[in-house]
């Protein structure tokens, strides 16, 4: 993954840091365009850094981040090398601060490697961060993460074949240099995905320390609370609902959150345009979330029973179902025509919307092939500092008997992602019109 944002809590510190210049160098250049593209909120210049310094990023992606934070200040430069900077920020919406590790490819202009992103704990300081390692920190956690995808990844012989591609690695010392955390968890990462192409599939390293708790714990009252803040600050993922010229309702959301805390924004946004003629489901961004809700908000959309999708978990070998749920608060839109905006970020759960509308012939899907994963992940912690996310379970459709893992779902309309929009709002038109589509 070339930027992997792990901002994922909300915590205040009492320090200030000194401002402290940002050095010389290719990753020193990159950390500056990406700071002062970030900040200025304008789509063309970001568009421009991703375009000369990260191709795999996305401008959208970028401008949903910069709303959350309102971008950041550089507060210190922690390492400094020609090609890796870690270095503390400040969200300006807040006091949130975070640690950043930035590694770069040595090319014409440079390339992002890898940029992370993680908040310091409650009561942390500088002196509870490292990013380097060791020998035997790399050992423990290359056994590590082999025992966790052999008791859990959803294909067992594509764990074999990734532990066998681990240990060759390890064998030829391929890991024998890397000294900082972040780097090597992303090259395992890279090694892992290059067997399985599994995109669910990630090591991950916190330069703080994390908390040693029984994997079933229930999160406490603080972190719920910081939770619960988070989703009200992004709105539970839902950035826009509103009814375009047609009378055609449009709702734009980014995530599928969890039912219990996000359920009523769910109810409201499809309640907004239950009168609608026809609606649009913008996914272009949506990363995934809770099957529930994937449910839930199919749900709007059939007066009957309707089988969505199946989820089969290989350690208990054992098969859940999903289907519309009997009754939704508001007015179903049954017979409305549905059109759902995709493109290359569409992922996981988003993805799952996509294809069982598809195979249900309900919706006309618009824009690009999706990113391909299908297999839902669990996180497990491998030592202080680095966890591993398995994917322990597949998707299956009950039409197609198989879903989308590696392929992406095809839609029915291509166009650039950017076009997505435009071109639905036309086939929605002509549609209600009587007219048929150009």
Aim: with cysteine.
């Amino acid at each position: 993954m070339c930027y992997r944002l792990l901002l994922t809590l909300l915590f205040v510190l009492a320090p200030a840091f000194p401002q402290t210049g940002i050095p010389a160098g290719p990753a020193g250049e990159v950390l500056k365009a990406w700071l002062d593209a970030f900040n200025s909120g304008d789509r063309a210049q970001l568009e421009a850094y991703c375009k000369k310094y990260d191709p795999k990023q996305t401008p959208d992606r970028m401008l949903s981040f910069r709303g959350q934070t309102g971008g950041f200040e550089l507060l210190q430069i922690l390492k400094s090398e020609r090609l890796h900077l870690e270095f503390v920020v400040k969200e300006r919406d807040s006091d949130t601060r975070a640690i950043g590790s930035l590694d770069i490819k040595d090319a014409e202009p440079p390339q992002v490697a890898e940029l992370g992103l993680r908040a310091l704990p409650p009561g942390g300081s500088l002196s509870d961060v490292t990013f380097d390692i060791d020998a035997a920190t790399r050992s423990r956690v290359i056994d590590g993460a082999i025992a966790q995808l052999n008791e859990s990844y959803v294909f067992p012989e594509t764990a074999q074949k990734m532990e066998d591609a681990l240990r060759a690695h390890q064998k030829h010392g391929d890991y024998d240099s890397i000294t900082n955390g972040s780097t090597f968890a992303a090259k395992l990462t890279d090694d892992l995905e290059t067997v399985s192409h599994d995109k669910h599939l990630h090591v991950n390293y916190s330069p703080v320390k994390m908390p040693d708790r029984p994997a079933d714990a229930k999160p406490g009252p603080e972190e719920i609370a910081q939770y619960h803040k988070q989703m009200e600050q992004v709105n539970c993922g839902f950035d826009k609902v509103e009814h375009l010229g047609g009378n055609i309702g449009y709702v734009k959301f980014d995530f599928f959150a969890d039912p219990d805390l996000c359920g009523p924004t769910a109810v409201a946004a499809m309640n907004f345009i239950a009168h609608v003629d026809s609606v649009i489901f913008d996914l272009r961004e949506n990363g995934g979330g809770d099957p529930k809700v994937v449910a839930f908000i199919t749900s709007y959309l059939f007066d009957q029973p309707t089988h969505l999708n199946d989820l089969w978990t290989r350690k208990d070998n054992s098969t859940q179902q999903f289907w519309t749920l009997p009754y939704v608060p508001g007015k179903r839109l049954a017979d409305a025509p549905v059109y759902v905006l995709t493109s290359k970020e569409t992922f996981s759960g988003g993805e799952e919307f996509c294809y069982n509308l598809k195979n249900l012939k309900r919706a006309t899907l618009v824009g690009e092939t999706t990113g391909g994963g299908a297999h839902p992940v669990s996180g497990h912690r491998i030592d202080d500092h680095f966890m591993i996310g398995v994917p322990f379970a597949r998707a299956i459709n009950p039409i197609s008997k198989t879903n989308w893992e590696g392929t992406g779902v095809e839609p029915d309309v291509k166009v650039p992602a950017a076009d997505a929009l435009t071109t639905a709002q036309k086939l929605a038109s002509e549609k209600h019109a009587g007219k048929p589509a150009q």
